[in-house]
């Protein structure tokens, strides 16, 4: 039977302020972050569908697109009936890009012929919420994660190595720090951190779970506000939700993005009083820039009034 599952959200560790023993804490352990789309896979009798994390802007439910990877879904495998896995779809290259080509296409048709093109998605799995039919979401990730590694061992069987289990670093073994480093130097994601006594938690909506840390390499871009966008969904749809903003290259002023994360108050504030955000200079943060020239996950830092909309180069 069809679930809809929100999978666990984590919350953001502080990099900077973070003493050593919280990088070196014993009682958690750390993952390596892909760089990939999220997807929790269900295996049942009849079929293996996947799901996304975020609801359609249309039908509001989250999208199932598992047909546009069959090399993971296409397949009967009776021994892991009643399975769901969490996880995430990378593409070999780790190009973002065409990932999210290949995971936007209309159709499966379409998304298979990229794949046959460019290389086939893979599949990273890090964490389980059902094995064999049991509710395995209040296990602690420790024995989760024994329960997912036989998972993954069944499912290869079938699917060979586009599936995997996400690499683990253990502070009993090595300087977390030195590896988060090395991780971003050669432009890795990140990694997570994870309670090794925490559960699974579904979150609905915007709740993030604590069991969970991300460690992220952040970018900042300062630029100037010259424009705003409305928000998608039925509940904001008319509100401001994104500012978009400028640098200027070569002179002239260029449009960069869009970008998001303010608070409900500087939202309302944005809808009655927009004029007075036009024009001013702001620090946009994010994860990377895109071979495209776009920024990942482009979100608000903070206003830069102490800088010249001039200073606001593209580089």
Known sequence: MYQEIHPMRANSFDILGASREEWQDPEVVYELKYDGERQV???????????????????GKLPEKGGHVPQLTNYDIPELYGTIIDGELIHPSGDFDLLRSIMGSGTSERAI???????????VAFDILQYKGQDVKNEPFSKRHELLKKAVEEYGKHVGDFIMVAEQYYPSEQDIKEVFHEVVAKGGEGLM???????????????????????????TFDGVVVGYEYG?????????AKLV????????????GSFDGFTKATIEDMTANIDKYI???????????????????????RWRDDKAAEQCVWE
């Open 41 to 59: 896979i269900h295996i049942l009798e009849d079929r293996i569908y996947m799901t996304g994390r975020r609801p359609s802007d249309v039908t």
């Open 113 to 123: 012929g990229i794949q046959n093109e460019h290389g086939k998605l893979k599949y």
């Open 193 to 219: 951190r994870k309670k090794l006594d925490g559960i699974y938690k579904i979150c609905d909506g915007s709740k993030k779970s604590s069991q969970v840390l991300k460690l992220k390499k952040i970018l």
């Open 232 to 240: 998608k969904g039925k509940y904001n749809k008319d509100k401001i």
């Open 245 to 256: 903003f400028g640098q200027y290259k070569e002179g002239e002023l260029v449009e960069r």
């Open 279 to 301: 024009g001013r200079v702001v620090e946009v943060k994010a994860n990377e820039v895109l071979k495209s020239g776009k920024l990942r996950h482009p979100k608000f830092n």
